[in-house]
Structure formats: C-alpha cells, structure tokens
C-alpha cells in the first residue's frame, strides 16, 4: 500500500515491455488487438448494538469491502490487477485488512507448451497438501504468491511447474517460498496406452520454505529452539479411472517444521488422501479416507491465524448448504485427524415403484473425523509426541444426512432432509460438551410460471447444548426457522426468514432481503440479525461476529 | 520424478534430536554490577481477567486508579490464561498467553475459576498464595507490599537493536537473602483494541486493554540470579531477546523484570522501562 505508485509504475513498465515481446512474436495480434474484462463487488454494512445477539456499534457506522479486477487479454499474453479497499473491513474480516490499494498484480504469457506469470499467482499441487495458494474471498483468505510462476509441457502427457515467491499478508509479503512439480499422464507417453479405457496419471511435488533464524525460548531455563531454516514438504501422488470406477491417493511428508501451529515440536508431518468413486447414469458412490499428522505448513513459523499457509489439508465433510445443518461446521485439523467420509446419490426412475411419475432422487452422506492416538513425549523443543498410524482419539464431528428430492406435480418440487450431527467444540479452540443435533429440513419450491418462483423452506434443529452465559455459545438450544423466498419477472426476488431458539437457547434472527438481477449485474439490500458464528469452506473457517442492521450487496462484470 | 526425490532429500534441514534446544542467553550473561541508584521497594500487581468476564473492566478501573495513586510504585501485568472467559470475542486480537496460562495454574487462579483475579508480590498464604478480587479495592495489598524494608533493589534498561531487544538488569543486594533467588522478565503490551463485555453485559468494542502480557522472557519462573545472596553484592545480567509473534507491536511494549525467590515464587521486588526505539 505504501508503495502503489512504484506498484503502477512497475506494471505499466511490464505491460508494455511484455507487450513488446508479444508483438514480437505474434505480430498477426497486434499491439491493439487486446480486450479487456473485469469485475466489480461491493459490500456493505451497517450494524448496531443489540445486547441479546451481542453484537456492537460500530464506530465508523458504515463497513465496506470493495474489489475490482481488470484483466487484460491479448492473445497468449495476459496482465491484470485487482484493487482492493477495507473502509473499514466488514464484521467478521481481519482488521489488518483496513485500508485500500492494488492488492494482486501480474503479467502473464501462455503457449500449448510453456506459461509464465510475473507478480501475483495462485497455484495448487495435487490435493493441495504441500502447496495451495489460493483465494476466498468470503473468509477473509489470501494466500497469493508474488514472484514468478513457470509451467512447461516438453512432451504430450508430461507437465512440469516451477515456482518461487513470498506470501501475501494482508497488505504486506512475507515469508520466501520455492516449490516444483511434476505430472506424467502415461496414457499420453506409452503409445501402446493411447486407447486403453484405463487411464493412470503419477504426479510429484516439492516445497520449500526459507525463513532466517530467530530466538523463540525453549522452556528449560537458558535455552532456545535450534530452527530449521529450510523446511520442505513433498508428495506423490497417482490418479486410476476405468470405466465408472476412480482412485486416487497422495501421500505427503513435511520435514520438521517447528511452528506456533504445532507448539514448536519438531515431529515430521505426514498425510494420507484416499478417494475412491464410482459412477454410471443415475448413481455415484464414493469412498473417502484422510490421515493427517502434524501438517501445519506456514511461511512464517511464528504468525498464528489463518494467513500464511503454504497448504492445504482437503475436507473431506459435506458442505451443507441448509442453515442448521451448517451451523457447526468442521475445522480441519492440520495438527492431527483421521477422516473418513462416504457420499450415496441414487435416482429411481420415473415410473417406477420408489420413482413415480417424475423419478426420485435419494442422497446419503456420512463423515466421522477423529483425533489421532498420541503418547506424548514433550512439549515445545521436543518431538511432541507419537503417533499409532491406524489408532484413533476422541471424536472430533461427524454428521449423516439423508436427502430425498422429488418433484411431486409439474410445477412442484420437495425435497426433505435429515441430518445428526455430532459435534466437539475441541476443534473450535475450547472444551466442553460434545453436541448432538438432530435437523428436520423440508424445502418446497412451487414454480409458478416460467418467470415467477415461490420456495417455502421449515427447519428445525433439537439439541443437546444448552447456552451457557459463561461459554456464550448462541449457537446452543432447539431452534426453529422459516423461510418465504419469491422470484418474479426473473429479475427481482424478495426473501423473508426467521431463526428462533424456543428452548434452551437465546436469539430470534430475522431477515428481509430484496435482489435485482440485470444481465451480469447483481444488487441486493438485507435488513436482519447474524448470529455469531462460524462459517468454513473447504475445512478453512473464519469467525462471524454478531450483527444487527442492513447489508447490501452489488456485483457486475463486463 | 528423479529432481523431485533429489530436491527433497537436500532441500530442508534436518535437527538432530540431541540438539533440539541450544543455549540461548535467557538465563543472562552476568557480570559484576555497580549499586542501584533507587532502592525503592514497588509492589508487582498481577491481575488475571478476561475479555468475557464482565467485571473485569471495573477491576481495570480500579488499577488505573491505583497506578495514578502511587506512580511508579505500582508495576502492573494483565494476565489472559486459556480458561472460558479468556476466548477472543469475533476477531478480537488473541491475548492469552501460554506462559500467563501456566502461571495462572500454578498459582490456583485457573482452578478457582474465579475473574477478575489478583496477586500482589506473589505473598505466599498457606500452601498457595493470597489471591483477592481487585474490583473491592487494591490499595490494603499495595500498602502491606511497599511497607515491607526492601532487600533487593533493581533497575532496567531495554533497547532494540535490529530485531532483538537488548535488556539489562542491575541487581543489589540490600539484605542477605537464603536459598536462591531469580530475575524474571516479562514482554508488556499496552493499548490493544479488543472487543471486551462490560459490566451491563454489553460488548464494547473499542475497549483498550492495557499491561497485557505477551511473552515471559526468561524461564517461566525467572533465570538463576549469579550471586550468592550477601548482602551488598551487585550484578549486572545482560539478555537478548527477539519477540516470539511478529504481530506484537513492540511500539506499544515495555519491559517488567522481578527478583523473586526460586522456591515460594514471592516477589522481592520489581521493575519496568520502555523500550527505546530502533539504533
């Protein structure tokens, strides 16, 4: 931020020197011929004291994030920039966001055989669990890598990447980080594999990080932690599809990395993917597994907090969609869990027995993450502990739902959900009771004509939490909720809910939101109550703080 | 494939087992002192409080209070241990601390349960200590603490140097003291915003907590003081040290050193300084 001068400087420089060399090389482009694209989001919020759901005044009165991305594209040659500003950040985002600048930049070329990026890229090997920079921007997360970032194909079927940079942090870099890659499809190099109907992918991966030495105390009296300034992780990895049929596995081993994530121990990491599918028309199985072990990668040791993360362990529970069913939702554990998940979709047929007039379909989802069995040898400068590879510890979540959708006339479709949900508070950073949660689910959707569309969803969600002023937990109770959602003339919709805890629980979070939609450009206005709580994508979480007031909301692209 | 495997092999650096931990310089350089100027005895209040604990910012009244009361008599540190009432409110900066934690416990603050919480010189009682609500007044335990002759005088100074702190300690002797005795040194940082409930149950999010402890720099219970206990004797102990998170701001920080006695933990004496800027 402090240098965004320099930053449009630097840019504008490369674009043009990029672009000298791609008029270079494909002349028949021309220097003009380049289009640019982008997209635009606002958000906003205003949110009052309300000493019942706790949430507080906000001194600024008005919280906003705002982002535009401009992309350049001419021919094989790319450049873009985002510029973001937190004025104040919204409820619930890092306040080290605070402020307004070009926040990702770079430029790019890309051929059939080599790609290289200068700048800000985000990039994925494998599963992601030795390296995974990426974007969300819904929690709050950026783990952008600026530096430059080189993908080359010398052969059909052969992909190598190489990458090196430093992490964003807020609005600062940090950290120094080096990785390679590579994937051989042997389909693609064994001539006589070309049409075998099993296709069988190896792939390989490499990352390194380098950080100076520092003094961090070791807690016998006089001494400190001798740190490893390089620190690596690897992987490998391998993907088999015949027919329906699909497994995939990685392994991925981290040298020791003592860190504030694992209390500075110096066990070496290790995790274990496992998935494995079928599919045909009308049904799809699959299997997944997951052990990880003490896999906390960051590109500073001692920052704590979701940024700096250089992987990324897969989740491997359902994304809920429904509001009680994703009101605990499952933090990752990169410090240490086992997981297994199985996933069942089944469409009866139409005119069947189960079936009727419009076909049925049925969903089973089932996960059960546990911690690891460990003996514990030491604290911080010590291996920490030991694990049994197959043994498991206490029960972090586990959840199954059951859906069934089925369209009960032309025009309207039910579909009824049951989920139980088992819940630790561990993984959210405190003790207490484990919860257990039953959810009832039945969302009907009634379309009225091919522009109007009324949607009635009931939940209800009996627990065993009570809430407890101490714990503070508004998430505890039995809760009910309604929801009345109406779309017209394809453009507007109007949607009005309402949570309420009727025993053993505090709050009634109503809203009202109202949305416009005109090609690709979207506004929409809330008035209403958030409950305090967390929200996690893909395992990764963020805090949501307690709000009381109007949000709005305007995305466009062009 | 094979640059991979190789790359991996070489690409990180391996920590013997033996040599996990290395000497690090916390437990001091010491060297012959000269007397200490002051010889005033302070008393080291340390209250344990928590950004849930509702009472907790009529306790921080109190104290604000009391430190305008007797100036630099009053060494204050403010504890979050991991108990419920300590959990960060939304995406309030995290103030508990591992090392105030561990204090917490063993001192019986955790046990009991009980916040706002305070010790003053760490007074033995009993088999424990003498722990009292700071919310009903803090002054009869400051009073007894400064009424007491001092046996340990003290100074300090702290001075960044690049990304370390360099921190001198210089201890005299008033009084021959028994057993051994122990110079502890605590990171302070004031004038963090954090979301805080306030006595009518409301949250204040704007709320500024003040000598909140970040990191103990010496050993848990203080490094070994190189003397012998006469009366008389100085030293001087030299500590480097470079803060453990990056996202403190050691603009906002101070330094507390006490002398206490190894055993019973009960504070002799105490001391603070800032920390000059940058050479």
Known sequence: MKSIRAKIIVFAAVTVAMQCVTSTVAKAQGILGGHVTGNVQFDGQLSKRDTIIGSSDVPEKLLTNARADILYTNGNFSAGLRYEAYLGPMLGFNSQYTGQGIAN???????????????????????????????????????????????????????????????????????????????????????????????????????????????????????????????????VRMDLNRGGFGLQAEYAFKSQDPS??????????????????????????????????NMGFKSVRSISGEMLYINYTPSITKQHTYAFLSMYPYATQSTGEMGLQADFMYKFKKESLLGGKYGTDIHINASLITGLDTTVLGGKGTEGYSSSFFGTGETYYGDISLEIAKKLSSKVKLTA?????????????????????????????????????????????????????????????????????YNFTSAWFVSLSDQYAYKDGVGNYYNLSVGYTKGATRLQVGYGKQREGIICIGGVCRNVPASNGLTFSLTTSF | MLAIVSAAAIGCDKIDENNYIVYSGASGEWFDGTPVEDHSQRAFLEKYTGVRCNNCPTADQVIAAASSQYGDKLVVVSIHDSNTLQRPIGDSPDMRCPDGDTWSKALGVFGAGEYPMALVNRKPSGN????????????????????????????????????????????????????????????????????????????????????????????????????????????????????????????????????????????????????????
């Open chain 1, 260 to 293: 504030i994530v694992n209390d500075y121990i110096y066990k070496n990491g290790n995790a274990l993917w496992l998935s494995a599918s079928y599919s045909q028309k009308g049904l799809s199985a699959n299997i997944q597994a997951k052990r990880v072990d």
């Open chain 1, 105 to 235: 930049y770079f430029v790019s070329y890309k051929t059939q055989t080599f790609a290289v990026t200068a700048g800000h890229f985000y990039e994925q090997f494998g599963s992601g669990m030795t390296m995974r920079a990426y974007e969300d921007r819904y929690l709050g997360l950026d783990n952008a890598l600026r530096g430059i970032n080189v993908t080359y194909r010398p052969w059909k079927g052969v992909t190598l990447k190489g990458l090196v940079g430093q992490q964003r942090y807020f609005w600062d870099t940090k950290g120094l980080v080096r990785g390679m890659d590579a994937e051989v499809s042997f389909n693609d190099i064994i001539t006589a594999w070309n049409e075998s109907k099993t296709r069988f992918t190896l792939g390989g991966s490499f990352v390194s990080k380098y950080e100076e030495d520092e003094t961090i105390l070791a807690d016998i009296s006089g001494f400190k932690l001798n740190l490893p300034k390089n620190v690596a992780a690897s992987s």
């Open chain 2, 128 to 279: 424990g200590w003498e722990r009292f609500n700071p919310v009903g007044g803090v002054s009869t335990q400051i009073d007894e603490a400064l009424a007491a002759a001092p046996s340990v005088a003290l100074s300090l100074s702290a001075d960044r140097v690049d990304a370390s702190i360099d921190i001198n300690v210089y201890i005299e002797y008033l009084s021959t003291l028994s057993g051994k005795q122990t110079v502890t040194l605590l990171l302070i940082e004031d004038g963090i915003i954090a979301t805080q409930k306030m006595p009518n149950h409301s949250d204040s999010a704007g709320y500024q907590h003040n000598h909140i402890l970040r990191d103990v720099i010496t050993d848990l219970w203080g490094a070994d003081i190189d003397a012998n206990g006469q009366a008389g004797t100085c030293r001087k102990a030299r500590f480097s040290y470079t803060a453990a998170n990056q996202e403190w701001n050691l603009d906002r920080c101070h330094i507390i050193a006490l002398v206490s006695d190894k055993e019973s933990k009960k504070v002799y004496n105490s001391a603070q300084c800032s920390i000059s800027a940058e050479k």
């Open chain 1, 417 to 485: 959900t049951y989920g139980y949900v088992v819940f630790n508070p561990v993984v959210e950073g405190h003790a207490g009771d484990i919860h257990h949660n039953h959810v009832a689910i039945a969302d009907l959707t009634w379309k009225i004509n091919r522009k109007n569309v009324l949607r009635f969803e009931a939940e209800w969600m009996g627990s065993d939490s009570h809430y407890d002023p101490i714990v503070d937990d508004k998430r505890a109770g039995d809760w009910i909720m309604g929801l009345v959602e």
